[in-house]
């Protein structure tokens, strides 16, 4: 049984950065709902029990065909989601450390990434999709992925933290206005968070 992660904060936590309404729809409604197709299309690929979503996101070959496109979706649903929950926080301190010191080298620090990852998500990305800071081939760099794909399933690298951009992240309160939507996005990143992963990494 996947189960999503407790969110680590109240709905309205993020104001106004992300207003409440927003999160608890996204939570409540659109996580939910991933989570929920995810456990039951999973109900007939019993082989995979005791994987990980991410292993079963990384051998979707092995899976019976009927429910290969489901599972993509809605399993890349509830484990982007569960990243993206855990990576916000009202109080997200600095980047530290490793995580701190790779962003000065690879971006210039970690405003320059932002920008990176902010302009990916609003320039390069059409549709619904993800924009993303990964660790790739010992360096950091920005990826996109469609839908609810993992830049991981098309290339070696290892997720840090991922920024939504399927229009239900962002609608209610910054409408089509994408730009302001990522700036406040910039401002609620759970930094200890990002440099933890980066620190599991094996990439
Ligand atoms: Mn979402």
Redesign the pocket.
Known sequence: MFERIKLPYSYDALEPHIDKLTVET?YEK??KTYTEKFNDLMKKASDMDGKSAYEVLHSLDKLPEEIRTGVRNNGG?FY??NL?FESLSPDGGKPSGKLAEMLDRDFGGAEKMLEKLDDAATTKLFGSGWSWLVLKDGKLDIAISPNQDLPSQKEKCVELLPL?M?E??YYLKYKNDKKSYVEAFNTIVNWQVVGERLEKAKV
């Open positions: 996204h659109h996580h649903g982007n989601h993206y939504d399927w239900h992240a």
